[in-house]
């Protein structure tokens, strides 16, 4: 039984809950009828996982088998999540008033009764019983009579149950008193190890905004408690924490903190001790943390994950991060097998579910098998059942969310179209005040650029109004060296036009076809120009099973598009230029998908784009598909 309490331990330590309440379960079933500890793993367990019915039972198992104060305590907290707060109101006492009761079953007691109060809107009543769990442990620390060292290791063994009480006495407003209270047992007590609890208050006082210490007051505080006792990794993981906390605003917090972490995995590493695993996962995933804020860094902190994921292979949150790293990085199938194993551990992690739909391409051919090995890693045999029908789902919902934003950009577009159309007028009265000169230089760019702007917005806004496309029959030669003629005025750099000198005529939109193609030169243009590129622009027939299509095929040589980004292109405001609106593209799409069509997009970092844009030359049923997007007008806008 002992066995299988230990192999429990260790899959509950890996992040295997569902293997760790197998094996608990056995233990149970083996174990004697005095013997508590498989009992108190699943009722633990239980209440780590939210299985509220699980913890109520197998808490009041514990209490039958080794009653107790612990025991009691465990079926309130048990009570308590199962809203029972008279029962867990009744447990909680009777433990305090055990006569074997320690000073941290005494605070979690007093905790669980702050916790009764505040679901029943006892407002003071919470306050008094959080103080007196605060007072009472802390009390412990300045027990002149308790041997300094039983103490320090109260402070570092019991350091989660104080933040947790801290917490709820700052929520209380009570942390200046919970202060003064500490300051007094380091008066009294000099040797006392309440430097690190006193930050730890302070941390929690200035989360619920009562500044009472400053960040840089509870480093010191966390500092001075490290220098002084050295051994304790507890001091310094929490001194590491604090300092990740503010990277953002001072770099050398994280430089700190890295060469800190990495000092702990060395340590750790070299002690070579099994039951430090946990603690050493913990350092590699703060190690990865710190690393991943910083792209030139993203290498390493992959690295960290891997580390701290080998030593924790259930850990579905460190999952899901180097998940991203992965797919940040372009590569897709990698990025898919940690989503899976993030999805296998707890498949009720949000954070993974939203992770996969950043795998899901509505119009990738593969969309069915991603979705099937998606299914089967939260539950097998899913992906078997419902692979071959998700993908309509899923495909339903991007359009339907996809929708979802447009009407809410077209609904305000019109405010926006307007104010620009102010401050391109404004900018052009003042030119015209200021006379010659820089000043008017200046005005002059800037009202070039919003009438760019401008018209941009209004070719967005136009491609999504409610009345029909107009259908005629559209040349598609003269058409092509239109559109690229009126790129190249604007362009800086050359476009090479290759162009069958006879194609089939489309069926469609004149206008709007001429929208969609120009803001796809154009696009490459300004891509092209950031490395002095070229652009070439070729059109030819395609031959189909049916009628034959045309297909144009945009290729730039400029700086390319991140492979991980090339799903968000078409994205409403995605753009990679300063004074790019981030429509061109959607419109562009918008249109040829209206057109039956389908618009291609190739890409390499350092080498360029290929966009291809197929038409079909028949489109049989589009004169009855009316609005290219029915949306509502947002009235008088």
Known sequence: MTTLVELGDRYWALGLPAAAKSVFARALAAADAHDAIPARRLAELALAVGDTAGARRHAAEVARREPGPAARVLLGQAQLVAGETSAARMSFTAAIESASVTRPQRARARLGLAAAAGF??????????????????A????????????????CDREVGLFEEIAARVAASGQGGEAAAHLDAIRLRTPDAPTGMWS?????????????????????????????????????????????LRRRYQDPSAREAAVGELHGLANQLEAEANPESTVELARVWFLLAAAYEDDQSNAAK????????????????????????????????????????????????HGQAWRNAARMLDASSPALGDVVERLLDAALPGAGAAAGHVAPRLVTA?????????????????HRVKNLLGIIGSRTRSARKLAGEGELS???????????????????????????????????????????????????????????ASTLPDLRGDRMLLREALLNVIQNAADAADKTQGSVTVTARQLATLSAPAIEVVVADTGPGIPRAELGRIFVPGY????????????????????????????????????????????????????????????GGM
């Open 301 to 348: 902190a992959e690295v960290a994950y891997r580390k701290g994921l080998r030593l924790r292979p259930g850990h579905a949150e460190a999952a899901c991060r180097l998940a991203i790293l992965i797919l940040d990085r372009g590569d897709t199938e990698a990025a898919l097998a940690e989503i899976e194993r993030a999805l296998r551990i707890d498949a009720g």
């Open 199 to 243: 930050a730890l208050l302070g941390g929690a006082r200035a989360a619920h905004g009562e500044r009472v210490m400053s960040d840089v007051d509870l480093e010191v505080a966390l500092a001075a408690e490290a220098a002084a006792r050295p051994a304790s990794r507890v001091v310094r993981l929490r001194l590491v924490e604090r300092q």
């Open 120 to 137: 029943d809107g006892d407002t003071a009543g919470a306050t008094a019983n959080a103080m007196t769990a605060l007072t009472d442990l």
């Open 575 to 634: 753009t990679t230029k300063e004074t790019g609106s981030g429509v061109g593209l959607t419109i562009a799409e918008r249109v040829i998908t209206a057109h039956h069509g389908r618009i291609l997009v190739d890409s390499e970092e350092g080498r360029g784009t290929v966009i291809t844009v197929i038409l079909p030359t028949d489109l049989g049923g589009f004169a009855s598909l009316g609005a290219l997007a029915p949306m509502r007008d947002p």
């Open 441 to 499: 230089d200046k005005l002059r760019d800037l009202e070039r650029e919003v009438t760019a702007l401008y018209e941009e917005w209004a070719q967005y806004l136009r491609s999504m109004q409610a009345t029909g496309p107009t259908i005629e029959i559209v040349p598609v030669v003269p058409l092509v060296n239109e559109v690229v003629a009126a790129a190249a005025a604007r362009a800086q750099v050359t476009i090479d036009l290759h162009i």
């Open 397 to 413: 919902t991007a359009e339907i969310a996809r929708g979802d934003v447009l009407a809410g950009v077209y609904a305000h577009g």
């Open 139 to 154: 009390d412990g620390l300045g027990d002149a009579t308790v041997d300094l060292a039983d103490r320090i290791a109260l």
